[in-house]
């Protein structure tokens, strides 16, 4: 006996491809030719001082406005000011319901030489100097004179910083005893599109910036291992790793100069310390990796049998990088860039352009899967740069949906439903009454579980159940051409479905509004089952408001399985027999506003042994208890318990 269930779990679900879509009104055809974007041109000097963690610097931007629009003003984040009592960032943590670990009430109680700052000394338009107000993390500087469209413009900045304690993603002396992460470190200009400014202040969750490129030198004291998501420049001045010892030639002084530069990217991390150990190793065909991780310790006042463990698993970690991005190259799209680096520090796991910074005390499996994640994250926030502020259901969802299946691969044989944490997690939430939409600006959730879910959970299940819809060849083929089409752009939610309806030839506008802009549920059932003469009759029935496709499993006595596919009139289109061994019939399709539905099995009711909807299990039906239809057991079939 084959079911649908038994045969989806052979099939490889482990073929997903990568992202990207297109913004059009044609059936076919691209139209993202005429969605502009702004570019960024960033030259910094960085002079640190890293016994008072504080640092000084230079910045020359060049802006590329590339918009239609005259800008009269423009926009910079001063990340490091979100760490001060009373700030933002601190009176969310303290007064919403469920505060982040890491933060709650730490910020509330730093002194002078705990808080992060960013001052600005000097802002000059075209070596004009120009006017600036600071709210915050905000920074609104009043132009010398607008910018046109089309026009380039340089920005000189002088400005200084003191490195707050490692809160969260960004700080000094983390739990594991990293000096530096440096992450959203430098006045970064805000993104501009064709909704205009995004001057959101900082308070722990979503970036959006343009592309463009990154040329950064940093000044450190001279025993201080530097890694960054960028290419180093000059290697043999600066050693440790970064060029054969032979080739060595580092200049005197108190301090080393890092000269970094990356190219098509939206964003510059780096991290240093003293006792960092730096690997290598090669992706056949694809990126240099580079690993950084501190030798002592890695658990302060850990026994040595742990410190022991803890390095063997950072030594394992190359080799399951290795296959993660050999995965993701040949199911997602190419990884562009020369190299990428996995930093140990920070308070968990964040990505980065070109790099993570996690953290390392932990298991084997936990250390790549942390690192799984984030290394997804280059495909789906670092090419991929959707606007996470309104759209990061985007770059989480396809993330965890990606390395949940890689993740099964590499440590269960394949096997398993590596979904199904996700969908219960929705399930939870849905039940305790606190979802909130997905398509939600990503500060403004009632409480940071509903924001969790509906990015990372229900993100991860927008695809798994895309593929019930239009079938896993289908997806695979969107993902793919996705990445294809939009790589070092800005795509959106509809960008994406519209590839899928291409893919397809399936609408799937619907599907988009009800699952990502509503918390409208799904829920169907089996009514009746009922003999009509050699046939037999079923009756469906919609319960949740949200309308969906099916899949009817029909099986018989003889161990034969049949399938009835019920798809929906507004897809104006079928999806393709995803098990041709097995036989299908196409039902004339279900209208969204009938809530019920019949239609006919070609054989006795006394040869059906059982009827269900969605074995392969993808829907996320809320309540599957009236999914399943079996024949009512005679008391001789019965197993009676005694006492």
Do not use: C
């Amino acid at each position: 006996m084959i079911s649908l269930f038994s045969h989806f779990r052979a099939v490889t679900l482990f073929s997903i491809s990568a992202l990207l879509l297109v913004l059009s009104t044609a059936e076919t055809g691209d139209a993202q030719d005429n969605r502009w974007q702004q570019k960024v041109e960033y030259v910094m000097e960085i002079d640190m001082d890293a016994a008072a963690n504080q640092f000084s610097g230079f910045q020359e931007l060049t802006y590329h406005n590339n918009s239609p629009d005259t800008l009269n003003r423009v926009f910079y984040h001063l990340f490091f000011n979100a760490f001060q009592p009373n700030s933002m960032m601190d009176k969310r943590s303290r007064t919403i319901a469920d505060p982040d670990r890491r933060v709650r009430d730490r910020i509330y109680h730093y002194d002078e030489t705990e808080i992060g700052y960013q001052n600005v000394s000097s802002l000059k338009q075209n070596g004009h100097p120009v006017e600036y107000t600071i709210k915050g993390t905000i920074m609104e500087v009043h132009l010398h004179e607008p910018i046109a469209p089309g026009e380039t413009v340089v920005f000189e900045m002088e400005f200084d910083a003191q490195v707050p304690l490692q809160t969260r993603r960004s700080g000094r002396d983390n739990a594991e005893g990293v000096r530096f992460s440096m992450a959203q470190w430098y006045p970064k200009i805000a993104a501009y599109d064709e909704r205009g400014w995004y001057p959101e202040p900082y308070i722990g969750r979503e970036f959006y910036a343009p592309f463009g490129t990154f040329d950064v030198t940093i000044q450190i004291d001279r025993n201080y291992v530097v890694a960054a998501g960028s290419i180093l420049q000059n290697p043999e001045e600066v050693g440790f790793g970064y060029a054969d010892e032979a080739d060595v030639n580092k200049p005197g002084g108190e301090k080393l100069t890092w000269h970094f530069r990356s190219e098509n990217v939206h964003d510059f991390m780096w991290a240093a310390d003293p006792d960092y150990t730096h690997t290598t190793a090669q992706v056949p065909d694809g990126p240099l990796l580079r690993f950084f991780y501190q030798t002592d310790p890695v658990a302060e006042n850990a026994p040595d049998d742990q410190q022991e463990r803890l390095l063997n698993n950072w030594k394992e970690l190359p080799e399951y990088t290795i296959k993660a991005f050999e995965y993701m190259n040949e199911r997602y799209g190419v990884y562009p860039y020369e190299e990428y680096i996995v930093i140990q520090g920070g308070d968990g796991g964040m990505e980065y352009t070109m790099g993570t910074l996690i953290t390392g005390n932990r298991t084997l499996q936990s250390l790549v899967g942390v690192t799984v994640h984030e290394l997804v994250h280059a495909w789906y926030e670092g090419v991929i740069a959707n606007n996470e502020i309104y759209d990061q259901w985007i770059d989480e969802g396809f993330t965890v949906y990606a390395t949940a299946f890689i993740m099964n691969e590499l440590f269960n044989d394949g096997q398993g439903d590596p979904m199904q944490a996700r969908y219960d997690g929705y399930f939870r939430i849905v039940e305790a009454g606190i979802e909130e939409p997905m398509h939600l600006h990503s500060d403004h959730y009632v409480t940071n579980t509903a924001y969790g879910v509906a990015s990372y959970g229900k993100g991860a299940i927008f695809l798994h159940q895309l593929g019930y819809i239009i079938g896993d060849d289908a997806l695979q083929r969107t993902l793919k051409q996705f990445f294809d089409e939009w790589k070092f752009q800005h795509p959106n939610g509809y960008d994406f479905i519209r590839i899928a309806e291409r893919e397809s030839g399936i609408k799937l506008r619907w599907y988009y509004d009800y699952w990502i802009t509503t918390i409208k549920t799904i829920d169907y059932g089996i009514a009746a089952v009922k003999e009509a003469g050699s046939e037999t009759r079923v009756s469906l029935e919609r319960i949740g408001l949200m309308p969906m496709p099916l899949d009817v499993e029909v099986e018989f006595s003889d161990g034969s399985i049949v399938h009835h596919y019920i798809p929906m009139r507004m897809m104006w289109g079928e999806k393709e027999n995803e098990f041709p061994d097995i036989t299908r019939h196409v039902e004339e399709d279900w209208p969204w506003v009938f809530p019920e539905y019949e239609f006919t099995i070609a054989a006795p009711i006394d040869e059906i042994v059982r009827i269900e909807i969605d074995p392969s299990l993808r829907m996320a039906d809320v309540d599957r208890s009236n999914n399943t239809w079996k024949p009512a057991q005679t008391e001789a079939e019965i197993d009676y318990e005694t006492e």
